[in-house]
């Protein structure tokens, strides 16, 4: 009787947590089967949203008549879209590449050593790390324009580099490596640069990894900074661009969307491992806790 | 004053330090060996020579120069951030007390015709109660799915891909999704209709609150599941056992043993929350547009249009009200015990 309970409270909750994870991830399975419409069927199913003609929209959950043409369409004759993805890469990577050389360091220092007003420099980057990207633009735009870099890339790579988000991130990570390893090379003569290049950054790869994976997802998505900063259409993002795309060409709209997510799942997909740790160790206050928790 | 004084400058502060905390012959000992390793190293000499001279200045110099090692890691960073944002900064407080042409000194003016502002008033209301709402619901909900994830021991890994999924979506792609979910002609009211029910203005009446309120849940959930599950792992299993034995059921073990350890957890989760919550403006404007049905016009919103208006005046004054305000807020949390967070 009681193991015939528990057994049924099993059930539940698989079948609880399966429709959850379904309605998480069914806009993707939606926008996959609506990218493999031929414009025909498209039309009919969401003509009556996007285009506005028609009474309503009609429902399918797979193709009547599954066609690659849309991403055909799209990869052939749409050089806009092309560009769009160039200038989405290029700021990304930079925003990553900057992210690299900055805020990896400076976790190292917040998280292993002890310096005057140590504190109140925590403080303010957890600070910044809350507020909203508004309430820094203006700051932003007069640096910007100052020195004449408005409407470039480097308008939207800059600012995006000395976000504190990563820091705070990775100080968790830091601050969890085993301190005798640390202590073992600092008494065999390691200076601090040779302990953070190859003790620091071998064994905070993972979090490493995890800031990166989550930038990109964030900055790959950006909406806010390029659309203040840039003006030239041509230099926009994808992020800026689809929209819309969207709007004026709705045949190859979701094979558009479709390109548009698959760099961001696949990185997530191929990186899940790393991000889950590295969000894991942003939340543990000790990492010997976190150990644990992987080993478990 | 002065007590803060002798406790800043590292030749006061280190040798107290030193004999209230290290017995003398551990550190006669160390002093050896870094003079031996300096010797045999040879590169890392001055340390070494230094403390061969005199130890007790051996320590406050090492302290000197582990500070030094954290300004110059944090330098990039640090100067970067004070390019782009600190000295800028400074830049906007002091225009905040200024005329917007010429360069007249108003005082509080700004300030005080942004307060009287209705659309400032609505978009903080709006944003405060966004907060309000969204996140006791994200953080109840989240933990909910992470103790029932904790149960389950097949597929783990594929529930949890599916749950943090909508973080890798960007918003640029899901939004068409959502425009066909939402829409007045759309699939919700679509089934809606066939259940017999009368299909509803989603997205231009006040019901957009709960539609970018769901945006928002679901694509927060499965991050927030992580943060949980991670504090769950920290409690160790024996602590549930002991209670076991002792007759405590499910819930009670939830109430006196998970929950008081999941405190640290909860600081980080809704600190993280709460910086995403910021994010859902992307949702909001690609749905919406710049001018959004009044229940979701939020202060992003208000400082956009501000911009797009050059209204610099009111966006310094209000950015530093801004500042102010979570800087308290921040400064409040971590006084009651969200430690360094």
């Not at chain 1, 979090?207 to 390029?226: D, K, T, V």
């Not at chain 2, 906007?92 to 360069?103: D, E, K, P």
């Not at chain 2, 015709?113 to 969204?134: H, K």
């Not at chain 2, 001018?291 to 956009?304: D, V």
Request: glycine share 10%; charged share 15%.
């Amino acid at each position: 009787m009681e193991k015939g309970k528990r057994r049924a409270a099993k059930w539940a909750v698989w079948i609880l947590l399966c429709t959850f994870a379904g309605i998480m991830v069914l806009p993707l399975l939606m926008l996959c089967s609506d990218s493999l419409m031929g414009s025909r069927e498209l039309e009919e199913i969401c003509g009556a949203v996007l285009g506005g003609q028609g009474e309503r929209a009609g429902f399918r959950f797979f193709p009547s008549y599954p066609t690659l043409r849309a991403y055909v369409r799209l990869l052939l004759d749409s050089p806009e879209y092309f560009t769009a993805f160039w200038n989405s890469m290029l700021q990304t990577m930079g925003v990553l590449a900057g992210q690299l050389l900055t805020a990896v360091p400076a976790a190292w220092a917040f998280a292993r050593f002890r310096f005057p007003g140590k504190k109140m420099l925590w403080f303010l980057y957890m600070l910044l790390m809350i507020l909203p990207f508004q309430v820094t633009m203006v700051s932003g735009y007069l640096v910007l324009s100052g020195a004449r870099l408005m409407d470039t890339h480097w308008a939207v790579i800059l600012p995006g580099i000395f976000s504190t988000l990563p820091v705070f991130i990775l100080r968790k990570t830091f601050a969890g490596l085993p301190g005798e390893v640390v202590e073992a090379a600092r008494l065999d003569g390691a200076g601090n640069v040779r302990i953070f290049l190859n003790i620091g950054l071998p064994l905070g790869m993972p979090g490493i990894f995890s800031i990166l994976i989550l930038g990109f997802l964030e900055y790959w998505n950006a909406i806010e900074q390029p659309m203040t900063y840039l003006k030239t259409e041509a230099r926009w993002p994808l992020s800026l661009y689809l929209p819309q795309m969207v709007s004026a060409e709705t045949a190859s709209a979701f094979a558009a969307s479709i390109v548009t997510l698959l760099p961001a799942v696949l990185l997530f997909l191929s990186g899940q491992e790393y991000l889950e740790q590295g969000i894991a160790a942003s939340g543990m206050e000790r990492a010997g806790k976190l150990k644990k928790v992987e080993s478990g | 004053m002065q007590k803060q004084q002798r406790k800043i400058s590292p030749g006061r502060w280190i040798p107290t330090l030193r004999s209230e905390k290290m017995p003398h012959r551990y550190i006669r000992c160390r002093d050896a060996l870094y003079r031996q390793s300096s010797g045999e190293s040879g590169s890392r000499g001055l340390p070494g020579r230094h403390l061969g001279k005199s130890g007790s200045r051996g320590l406050s110099y090492r302290e000197l120069r582990e500070a030094w090692s954290g300004y110059l890691f944090l330098l990039p960073s640090l100067l970067g951030t004070g390019i782009f944002v600190l000295i800028p900064f400074l830049d906007v407080f002091r225009r905040s007390f200024l005329r917007a042409v010429g360069s007249g000194f108003v005082g509080m003016e700004n300030y005080r015709q942004v307060l009287t502002n209705e659309a400032f008033r609505r978009a903080a209301g709006n944003t405060a109660r966004f907060m309000l709402f969204c996140l006791p619901i994200l953080l109840a909900l989240s933990l909910c799915m992470a103790v029932l994830v904790c149960q389950v021991t097949h597929f783990q890994r594929w529930i949890k891909t599916g749950f943090l999924m909508p973080m890798a979506i960007p918003a640029a792609s899901v939004v068409i999704f959502f425009r066909m979910l939402f829409d007045q002609k759309g699939w919700l009211n679509l089934l809606l209709r066939q259940m017999g029910l009368a299909g509803q203005d989603w997205l231009t009446s006040g019901r957009a609150f709960w539609v970018l309120s769901a945006c928002y849940i679901w694509k927060n959930l499965g991050y927030d599941m992580i943060l949980w599950l991670a504090g769950l792992g920290a409690i160790p299993e024996e602590q549930y056992e002991a209670a076991k034995v002792q007759g405590a059921g499910a819930w009670a073990c939830f109430r006196y043993i998970t929950l008081p350890q999941l405190k640290e957890t909860l600081f980080v989760t809704a600190l993280l929350s709460f910086v995403n919550a910021f994010r859902v403006f992307r949702e909001a404007y690609l749905l919406a547009g710049e001018y959004p049905h009044e229940s979701i016009y939020m202060l992003q919103h208000l400082f956009n249009n501000w911009f797009v208006n050059l209204d610099i005046q009111k966006m310094t004054a209000a950015a530093v009200m801004l500042v102010i305000g979570t800087g308290a807020v921040l400064f409040g949390f971590r006084r009651t015990g969200g430690g360094e967070g």
